[in-house]
């Protein structure tokens, strides 16, 4: 069946450093992604999405590309600010109009 | 728009109680959906609905049930609860086919923390 996998965190930065977070999906054919962000307390918010292969998709200083090679969707930002801290999800659309989602990986920025 | 609402925020049961969750969405949404979240396992699907009065298992469906009498309510339902159904529950929505590309995007609600004691 379709799965994410995703870069285990927790991931802590200092503020304004490089953001990396990893994901690689499995399934048939290639299916629309998205990255989900939760800000403490909150639920999932959409963060940004590509529906085909080479589509970039971008949002908050936010991007990732949809590498259709390797399935993956690596989620980068250049400069992290403490408001970045949250729990991100990637996630990938599966059969008919089911989402299948990663593990999550908590960012913590400190000032 | 308050978007997605849930009810409660907050519950505690003790093994073999009773309670519905309810989930309101004022988008008109055809799709909604019930997840759980649970540490290091990200969100699982337990049921979903495509319109008003039909419903669907996902992943996780043992031990619910589900109802949707009213487009904008998702109803979850936990006859006897079970401390492995201890979790965070999300409710979410989204377009139906008629919403083209967006009906990909849910729409999340804040959840809902349950203990199973």
């Known amino acids: 069946g379709n799965s994410v996998t995703q870069m285990e965190g927790p991931v802590t930065l200092s503020e304004e450093a490089f953001l990396t977070i990893n994901c690689t999906y499995t399934a048939t054919g290639y299916p629309s992604l998205f990255w989900y962000v939760q800000y403490p307390g909150e639920g999932l918010q959409l963060l940004l999405k590509a529906t085909k292969a080479d589509d970039k998709g971008s949002n908050k200083g936010f991007e990732a590309t949809y590498r259709k090679e390797t399935t993956s969707f690596h989620l980068e930002k250049g400069s992290v600010q403490v408001s970045d801290s949250a729990v991100y999800f990637c996630a990938g659309r599966g059969s008919a109009r089911q989402l299948t989602f990663g593990s999550g990986t908590q960012l913590t920025v400190l000032p | 728009n308050a978007g997605v609402t849930q009810t409660p925020k907050f519950r505690v049961l003790k093994t073999g109680q009773s309670m519905t969750l309810l989930c309101a969405q004022d988008?008109?949404?055809?799709?909604m959906y019930w997840y759980r979240q649970d540490p290091g396992m990200g969100l699982r699907l337990i049921h979903y609905s495509v319109g008003e009065g039909t419903t669907a298992k996902g992943e996780v469906p043992d031990g619910y049930n589900v109802s949707r009498l009213k487009k904008q309510n998702f109803l979850l339902g936990l006859e006897s609860a079970a401390p492995s159904q201890t979790s965070v529950y999300f409710c979410?929505?989204?377009?139906?086919?008629?919403?083209?590309?967006?009906?990909?995007?849910?729409?999340f609600g804040p959840g809902t923390r349950l203990l199973v004691l």
């Open positions: 988008m008109n949404h055809e799709y």
């Open positions: 979410a929505s989204s377009y139906g086919l008629a919403g083209g590309p967006r009906q990909e995007t849910q729409y």
